[in-house]
């Protein structure tokens, strides 16, 4: 499936900034990607509550099918200033990851965004 999308570099966090970064409620975005990790689409949610937001794994399925997108990033913000993920950040992600990899959909990471900060869940060996 070649090599994950990185997430590291400088353009993908600014974007990841200007589009999360200042929100007030949390939002999530899934982008997603070729095999070859090449942009398709993004899809953005928000639930209009500052507390958490459920990311919509159905949703996310369907719609990778459609795209025939082979990669998935997630990003979601934190309004409280904190990127650090949450245990329910942690368990989100697995259960998502292990969903969409058996469907042969890989899923490279999930950042946290807060103000400026990025926290990447990849970067943290936390997926």
């Known amino acids: 499936m070649g090599e994950a999308v990185d997430t590291r570099t400088p353009e993908f966090r600014h974007y990841l900034v200007r589009r999360l970064g200042l929100r007030r409620e949390e939002c999530v975005m899934i982008l997603y990607f070729t095999g070859e990790g090449l942009f398709i689409a993004e899809d953005f949610y928000s639930s209009g509550q500052r507390g958490e937001v459920v990311i919509p794994l159905r949703r996310t399925v369907r719609r990778a099918f459609d795209l025939d997108a082979r990669r998935l990033v997630v990003a979601h913000n934190h309004p ?37 900060a990025i926290a990447s869940m990849r970067s943290m060996g936390l997926m």
């Open 80 to 116: 409280s200033g904190s990127a650090l993920p949450s245990d329910a950040d942690v368990a989100a992600t697995a259960r998502m990851r292990a969903v969409v990899e058996a469907l042969e959909v890989g899923l490279d990471d999930h950042c946290i965004v807060a103000g400026n």
